[in-house]
């Protein structure tokens, strides 16, 4: 249960394997069993109205699950993104960063699932729920692969 | 954001509108924003192997949700589901009650969303987890309807 | 791209592995990457107000799934749900049998992917849409798992 | 049944809501109950190891079913999406457009639900299914909503 790498190397990693986008996304605080990232939001992350696009949403939600894979089954990991499901709930801030608070809910040997929560910054209430599922590559496998 | 309902006032209401399946499911404990609900296992829960059944398991999601927008909204309410996405984690205890833990994460004008952990009783592991949205009639409405 | 089994075959083997409630579902028709089944519509799958319930949709969607990946991988098939998504789109007729249209999306080694829509017989109109993932065991494994 | 707006009026008006986008995305068909959408793919919508990336797919799903309640509500329609679920099936081809093929399964009075199948140009094995749920502006209302 411990994890692979912790908050600075992770953060690390990231960098090194996004990046065009490293800079979007900020570690805020990692355990084993949860991470709670921060979007921060910039013109290209708003839609028309300016709220956060859904993309961006989905995004966030989306490299949430996968650090928090990559904190426990390290940097070898070539996980995909094999189901994701989103309820929109409240029109987010435009001006404020999005923060994801992220469950690891399993991690099995082929298939990861963590569900999230996304906050406005400085707000309470949820503007999304989101649960993704991650296909693992087979131990000694050099490819990730859709299952 | 108070309750329309108590516990046993919405146990009353519950044993009146199910009169089938009302024993199958206890209201364990009650918040504004979160509701815990025991399916009380029995064969006809259960599904070859002896686990409880994909069926039973949506059923108990499904009724956790309804049962917590009743709490709120009150007798009249005549929600539908709409939507639902499940995952299945692991493997139920077959011999072991089933419970839900159940979150309120939106109480609009015409949708609800409930997202739902179910554990095998005495597990802390969750066996899956689910969000049920509800479709909620028009104020004033006698019919419940899809939306 | 075979069918390991065909229809009879199918039908056959879903009478041995659910005795129960095998008297519920009919293969209606099967495909290469399709199937129809009829859930035969009794007291026990209606809920108050007289439509089928939601366990009873999810029943049959489940089934036609898995049926359609029993009948590609034959009989050893030991796969397990693990997800599911399910839009509920009109009230389903009480008094007419659920027919579900299911079109497998893909069959890899260890996912399959199928979805479904959920007639009332004799309407056009769908009144639901699921999609059902399946973990298949690993080749030569003897026990299912949730991956 | 009938469509509000036909293939160039849709168009055209994509171009005036979206103008940072409307290149991205083509109106490829329309009929009265499905859309054919086209997204032009370019750099920003790749991701590392040259595939499209997960917010793309998302997006072209999105805006996919957006654009068909649209072309039946006309301009005024103010749609939001309430829920997304999505299952990522094969990796899509990083050097070919990718192709949406969405259904419209229902329109009702707050609801709109389309499902779509997302394929790389030049190949029958879809890359991805989703499902899109708009809720829809009350009669009269000027504003958009979350439900």
Known sequence: ???????????QY??????????????????????????VVQDQHLRPGGTVS??????????????MVLARKGRQSLAVTTNSSFDFLRKPEGGADMIAACRLLKLGKTLAVGDVLLYSE??????????MTYSLPPAGSAAANFG
């Open 1 to 11: 249960m411990a994890l692979a790498m912790n908050r600075d190397e992770l953060s």
């Open 54 to 67: 859904g993309p961006s949403m989905f995004g966030l939600a989306d490299v949430s699950v996968y650090a």
């Open 122 to 131: 400085g707000s309470d209430l949820p503007v999304a729920r989101a649960t």
């Open 14 to 39: 990231l960098k090194e394997v996004f990046p065009q986008v490293h800079k979007d996304f900020v570690v805020e605080d990692l355990t084993e069993d949860s991470i709670t990232m921060r979007l």
